[in-house]
């Protein structure tokens, strides 16, 4: 059984900066788009970035490019976001999720997305 497990979220203030950590364990993780969503109070599940199988692909929602970077390390089955210049909407519960893709695919939708991390809360303040 695959599983996720996300690290690394908190309280921060407007500009600063914060990495999420994601530990895939129970499958082969190359063989897995990483993406990371995010749900706000009251809105639906977003993807705001993922990396493809090759490190090389990725993709970011518009809002964040230029801020958020999504990498990953095959060698320690995790895959990271590297948030900067944070704003107050970027508060969410953030999640991690894999999917299976092609080498050049990413999957953007949550449906193409099977296994999830549980979640970690990014707040941020004004």
């Known amino acids: 059984q695959v599983h996720l497990e996300e690290s690394g979220g908190g309280l921060v203030q407007a500009g600063d900066s914060l990495r999420l950590s994601c530990a895939i364990s129970?499958?082969?993780?190359?063989?897995?788009?990483m993406g990371w969503f995010r749900q706000g109070p009251g809105k639906e599940r977003e993807l705001v970035g993922a990396?493809?199988?090759?490190?090389?692909?990725?993709w970011y929602e518009d809002s964040v490019k230029g801020r958020f970077t999504v990498s990953r390390d095959d060698a320690k089955n995790t895959v990271y976001l590297q948030m900067t210049t944070l704003r107050p909407d970027d508060t969410a519960v953030y999640y991690c999720?894999?999917?299976?893709?092609?080498?050049?695919?990413?999957?953007?939708?949550?449906?193409?997305?099977?296994?999830w991390g549980q979640g970690t809360q990014v707040t941020v303040s004004s």
């Open positions: 129970g499958g082969t993780f190359y063989n897995y788009a």
């Open positions: 999720a894999a999917g299976r893709a092609g080498p050049w695919n990413i999957p953007r939708s949550v449906y193409e997305y099977t296994f």
């Open positions: 990396v493809g199988r090759r490190v090389d692909v990725t």
